[in-house]
């Protein structure tokens, strides 16, 4: 499987749930705001995580 990022593989699903017409438009919304929530949120993690590997090593 090819390297994909996070936000394209966020727009390639919510594009499959549109062509499979799986899903209205307000339960898109609502997977898409869920989904960046958790990029923010694994973002912040990892920024913590470095700090906390710096401050370690130093």
Known sequence: ????????????YLQDLIERKEAPE???KSKRNTLW???YFAIQ?????QR???NFAS
């Open 45 to 49: 993690m990892c920024t913590i995580m």
């Open 1 to 12: 499987m090819k390297p994909v990022l996070l936000n394209d593989a966020i727009d390639l």
């Open 37 to 39: 929530s958790f990029v």
């Open 26 to 28: 307000t339960t898109l």
């Open 52 to 54: 906390k590997v710096q």
